[in-house]
């Protein structure tokens, strides 16, 4: 006779076999429904603590999810900072934003949100910083682009690239002093007010349009292999996502057996690049590709960095500012806010939907204030740390809740000490460093693409058969693609004769996402429109607060380890914008004060 959880459908999910459901069937509800709504339960809500295992495996699952988005930002930056050709401050790139990675993951789900998100590198502030490397000034010398003329250990070279880090990570700074502001004063919701579906469609859609040479020329160095590459992701994600493949489970029940696990819907961008990585090692290895570096394919090749290895340490600890003092320009400043601004806005999104996934209530103001305000605490991190680029949250985590059905934040905090574990190991970066030019390539066509798609869903919420949003829309995608085009093209017809104000209108306007979101705010702003036909009423409805203060938001979104219970006494403090407000009376009755959760003693375990 079969169980009943085998009954409901949930043995089709990885590591759903054991656990409280938190949505149960209410009374009379007919108990033969159909799996898409059995599918729906959680095994583990946010607040539920899974076996340690459990906890474990999960942990390294979503640290694998956000493999794909946390490798490409370093491989994309090193083209800027003139590293193409220097494998082994790559993969110190990548130990590093693994390594910040975990601690403002750690953060956001101790003090922050307190949801299980988990925290990463942003293509949002890519945009802006590959802009910001193009000016003339930050232009990539000649010689740095031959491989035979670099020399990796000169001071020379070392002082090219360190000098261009160093102007990144000040920017970078500046504009999450900014974001720290916006969230812990509130000012979040003010600018929510404001922004609705037309300016985020242009303003995210345009992040993966603008990387369009990014991606032609690392899949141009051998077509062959990006295709097959971008074959595989596709392969994997749209055709085979629903194929179960049986994997061996443990529970208390049914002790060692086999479950049918959907990997391909889970490590679609990860499978696809392993196996073209291990093709491209087979054609190495028996000398297909060619061997002369002048040939076309010769990128191809996997034995090209096969020093950076051995040359990794084992171990490494990064540190701030180990790339030396950070330095800050008014133009990298101002193009890196138009970044943290979209960042924001998303991070909202991903918020409301994590609270969904994860069995929690909507997040009331004071979290969503408060998780705005430790995103920008983390990008602060990342900019001392030296990553050359911020955090957000990671929406391919939000989606890989909605697939395992297991939302507990103590698989986030696994998740976080995960990344730290990863960055502290010096030879896991040299491995991915290693990856061919056009394997990469093939997963930004991907990539890239989708980052595209996600922000034009965003007009789901307008009404896409007025003239005028449709106007609005297509003004500014073609506006955000020619006129940064025209000014890279001439970089010399900005000439005001302020050259601080100059190099600020050129990273402006040689930054796609600013120009396509700024016509498209004054646009929806200005143009007489209803709020229905703008989108803004299905908007808001999508993002609405809960600002009701139920014992089940207090249990969720209050502060840990019985900070609540401490704060309570000080009357005054229901007035700051991040603070839980009533606290006196959002406290758990059945819970002594000062006393966490199980859940919150795992999170102090893990920090």
Not at 40 to 47: I, P, Q, R
Not at 487 to 501: R, S
Not at 529 to 538: D, M, T, Y
Not at 548 to 562: A, D
């Amino acid at each position: 006779m079969t169980s009943e959880k085998e009954s409901n459908g949930l043995d089709n999910y990885a590591f759903a076999l054991e656990g409280r459901f938190c949505d149960l069937q209410e009374k009379g509800e007919d108990l033969d429904s159909s799996i898409d709504e059995d599918t729906n339960k959680l095994a583990y809500c946010v607040t539920d603590v899974p076996p340690w295992y459990l906890s474990i495996l999960l942990g390294a699952q979503h640290c694998l999810t956000a493999f794909g988005g946390i490798i490409a930002i370093p491989l994309i930056l090193s083209q800027g900072l003139c590293l193409q050709h220097d494998s082994l401050t790559q993969s110190r790139l990548i130990s590093t934003i693994f390594f910040v990675s975990g601690i403002c993951t750690l953060l956001q789900v101790t003090f922050g949100i307190r949801l299980p998100i988990l925290q990463g590198g942003t293509f949002t502030l890519l945009a802006p910083s590959m802009a910001m490397l193009s000016m003339p000034e930050f232009r990539c010398p000649a010689w740095t682009q031959n491989a035979s003329s670099v020399n990796t250990s000169s001071t020379e070279f070392i002082e090219v690239w360190q000098r261009r880090m160093r102007a990144l990570q000040g920017s970078i700074i500046v504009g999450s002093i900014f974001q720290v502001f916006v969230g812990f004063s509130g000012l979040i919701g003010l600018f929510m007010r404001f922004i609705g579906p037309l300016t985020i469609a242009p303003t995210i859609a345009l992040i993966g349009l603008s990387l369009f040479d990014s991606a032609g020329s690392s899949a141009g160095n051998h077509w062959g292999i990006s295709s097959m590459t971008t074959a595989l992701i596709i392969l994997f994600s749209q055709y085979l996502r629903h194929i179960a493949l049986p994997f061996p489970t443990y529970s208390k029940d049914k002790k060692l057996h086999t479950s049918r696990v959907c990997i391909f819907q889970i490590l679609p961008v990860l499978l696809g690049i392993t196996v073209s990585w291990l093709i491209c090692y087979i054609l190495t290895t028996y000398n297909v590709l060619p061997a002369e570096p002048g040939q076309y394919g010769y990128l191809a090749r996997t034995d090209l960095k096969g020093e950076v290895i051995s040359q990794a340490p084992w171990f490494t600890f990064p540190y701030p500012g180990q790339w030396g003092k950070p330095t800050v320009s008014l133009a990298g400043v101002v193009g890196i806010l138009a970044g943290v601004i979209s960042s924001m806005i998303e991070s909202v999104g991903d918020y409301h939907a994590c609270a969904r996934l994860s069995g929690a209530p909507p997040p009331p103001r004071h979290a969503i204030n408060r998780g705005i305000g430790i995103e920008g605490i983390g990008c602060l991190l990342a900019g001392a740390w030296g990553t050359g680029n911020g955090t957000t949250s990671y929406s391919e985590n939000v989606g890989a809740l909605g697939i395992t059905k297991v939302g507990s934040r103590v698989v986030i905090v696994a998740s976080g000490v995960f990344m730290v574990a990863m960055g502290i190991l010096g030879k896991m970066g040299a491995v991915f460093a290693t990856i061919p030019s056009p394997v990469i390539g093939g997963m930004f066509m991907v990539m890239f693409g989708v980052i595209c798609a996600a922000g034009v869903s965003n007009l789901q919420y307008a009404d896409m058969n007025s003239s005028r949003n449709i106007f609005i829309f297509g003004f500014s995608m073609f506006s955000g693609l020619v006129i940064p085009n025209w000014i890279l093209k001439n970089p010399k017809a900005i000439a005001t004769g302020v050259v601080e104000f100059d190099q600020m209108l050129q990273v402006l306007l040689t930054t796609s996402m600013f120009v396509g979101g700024f016509f498209g705010f004054v646009l929806d702003n200005t143009v007489p429109g209803s709020k229905q036909e703008r989108g803004i009423l299905a908007w808001n409805k999508a993002h609405e607060d809960d600002s009701c203060e139920t014992l089940e938001t207090g249990e969720v979104y209050n502060l840990p380890f019985g900070l609540t219970s401490y704060l309570s006494s000080f009357s005054w403090l229901r007035y700051v914008p991040f603070c839980p407000p009533g606290l006196s009376s959002s406290l758990d009755p059945k819970q002594p004060l000062g006393t966490p959760d199980p859940g919150q003693i795992m999170i102090g375990v893990g920090l």
